[in-house]
């Protein structure tokens, strides 16, 4: 295999992993009993990290 097809095929591979992630990570947000701390514009979940802006 040519070494443009292999990175081809990695990049691929990784999108997948990447998605799988979300996934993942979207799945433990929404179980997640967030703690948030404050600061002056958004809040942040201490635990899952979730990110909120404070003016919407
Ligand atoms: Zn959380």
Not at 32 to 52: G, M, P, S, V, W
């Amino acid at each position: 295999m040519n070494r443009v097809q292999q990175i081809e095929r990695e990049i691929a591979e990784l999108s997948n992993r990447i998605y799988q992630l979300k996934i993942e990570l979207e799945k433990i947000r929404k179980t997640c009993a967030h703690e948030f701390l404050e600061d002056r514009y958004t809040q942040t979940c201490i635990k899952c990290n979730l990110a909120q802006s404070l003016y919407y």
